[in-house]
């Protein structure tokens, strides 16, 4: 009874969970100090986007299906200071904001992907708002993993494969088909 519907909101599920998880190794590689370094001063620190992530997870998909995603509880101005959060501190609203999101999108229907939902008024399809999610993490979680890589130069631990070893990785995706 599968549908395309289903089968791409198990999709988006697991393509989520993929893009915490890599952003959780990066950022377990860091320290507090490390999480609110900033390139320059118009930057955003890591510390930073994942309160700005959690800050648009907590407005866009509470309420998700009746309510405007643009919450008036939400001070998106906040979000971009900086107040030397602990990491704990981080950690704890950024799992906060993807247990909201999670919910939300697991709990959506087939049905539902072609409802309308508002973003600061503006109409769109529920698909529409997911795909914009997606993208809008995509782009804050590649921020995260750059900065962390440009903070721990070679001692990063490498999150996909690494440098020069395509080959060898080729290799043991093929020999674990077999």
Known sequence: MNNVEEDYLKI???QLKHFKERA???ILQLSDDELHFKPSEESNSIAIIIKHLSGN???RWVDFL???GEKAYRNRDLEFVADNESKEYLMQIWE???EILFDTIVNLKADDLNKIVFLRQQ????LQAIQTEVAHISYHLGQILYIGKQI???DWKTLS???NASDEFNQKVSAKKI
Do not use: R
């Not at 109409?123 to 529920?126: A, E, I, K």
């Open 152 to 154: 721990k130069d070679k």
């Open 96 to 98: 906060e904001g993807w």
């Open 66 to 68: 009746t309510t405007d």
């Open 57 to 59: 997870m907590h407005s």
């Open 161 to 163: 494969i690494p440098k």
């Open 12 to 14: 988006i599920v697991g």
């Open 24 to 26: 959780e190794k990066g």
């Open 123 to 126: 109409p769109l399809s529920v």
